[in-house]
């Protein structure tokens, strides 16, 4: 850490689900664009350890960091938004720190000393200051999950409060708070939010600029109210508006001045935030006219728009980079795959979309369904994009429909089929056998390397990957050399081409009008590289196709 390193705390009031996590992520992009060396910190009050056991469709979709850790979703904002890989040391969970503590007093780690609360509080101070040592930057953007006034939360709070004490210039405070706007009244009211700065006052912690969430700007009056009841400066209450992109958010605190007014209270030297790059990415999303309309299939679809989009929230944000980047964009449609098993002749409702994805996922549910539009898409000449299971389930019906082994399946459904084209990974048994589930997949960043002459070599432009990657099933050796015989191509492969890291069929040319426009998966998860400044290049290739059917 260095000296007169600077941290800056994000806090939630009133309520959450306002963007906490867009505006650190953006407060980070503005830093970053001014020159600073910044990090972002997650900060999860839950007593997970990770947040790999916890169900996406209730928590939102487990982001996994190369190193393997499985984190919250915020961390793949913070990725998106920094444009850069993130550590272990920029993510941790309330049972993370318990956990550590524990063991270390289990294990005689504090010679005999009475361990309460203040240690606890110490590991977090720890945590804090590690990431900014890690990271080797000038600022830390620390983000501590729920709202003010959780009670699970107060020990970040009392963590931040103490490291103010030590460090009284280099400590700032910002509330990103929501001002409602109730239909009866029909007019914006502040207390909530005055109200959630007092909370934070109770704790000994004064907020000095405060993100003031609303559906419409803010107006001068509501801005006085809270500057006089709760001791902010005026010209730090931020109007942060409803708007229609994410992406927006840092051009927008930007026309408030907010790094300026960040820089002015930590004492930082001045200057300009360069974001350049990161206008010329909005000025491309918003230039986005034609459409390219992809289907999403997938089992747990049951839960309504607002959960899907939380649990796959990197797939969505990689095809939309991709068609941004071709001038289009997006249009996803989810689709339950227990319709095509209950009404298998309504798969063909395929054919009306640009491209199809099948994501990753875990279990049997729905995956007949699955495995029914696969074919189609693979016979009608659909573009196709499989991600880890959507890799898997593309195999398994390739076997059953061009191998002919009507009951090739997947370990995870059915251990007792003949044809396990899919089986569990040796390590990943014993894990099973004594119901170790966490942090017990194959998780995080492996190299694969690529086959010459391949859409995946081609797409990728080098001869070695590395992809993040979550499970603990591959494709069953013994059946590779039929399934290459009988035309599936396996155009990755671990180094050692053990395990079989993307399956694609060949690329229909005029020397090969029987190839199919593109169908690939991957056993890895391309979306959590997928960057708004470096979208993925498999998900280009699957809309550069998408595009292509789209305009025949
Ligand atoms: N269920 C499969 C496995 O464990 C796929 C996992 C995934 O899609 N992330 O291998």
Partial sequence: MKKNHKYIFVIGGVMSGVGKGITSSSIGTILQSMGFKTNLVKVDPYLNVDAGTMNPTEHGEVFVLNSGLETDQDMGNYERFLNRDLSNADYMTSGMIYKHVIDKERALGFKGKCIDADNIRDEIIDRVENAAKVNKSDISVIEIGGTVGDYQNVMFIEAARVLKVRH??????????FLPIPNKLGEMKSKPTQNAIRQLNSYGVQTDIVIARSELPLDAKRKEKIALSCSVPIGNVVSAPDIDSIYDVPLNFERDLLGEMIAKELSLPKRTPDLSDWKSFVNKVKGAKKEVNIAVVGKYFDTGDFVLSDAYVSVIEAVKFSAYHFGAKAKLTWLNSKDFEKDPKSVSMLKKFDGVIVPGG??????????RSIKYVRENKIPYLGLCYGMQLAVIEYARNVLGYKDANTAEIDPASKHLIIDIMAEQKK???????GASMRLGAYPAVLKKGTIAAEAYGTPKVMERHRHRYEVNQPFIAELEEAGLVFSATSPDRHLMEIAELPRQTKSNPDGHPFFLGSQFHP?????????HPLFNAFIKASLARKGK
Avoid at 168 to 177: A, K, Q, R, W
Avoid at 431 to 436: C, D, E, K
Avoid at 527 to 535: D, Q
């Fill in 362 to 371: 875990f279990g049997s549910n729905g995956i007949e369904g699955v495995i």
């Fill in 527 to 535: 979306e959590f590289h997928a960057r708004p400044l470096s979208p």
């Fill in 431 to 437: 894990h099973l056998a004594n119901g170790n589930y």
């Fill in 168 to 177: 009284p210039d280099d400590v700032l405070f910002i509330m990103v708070s």
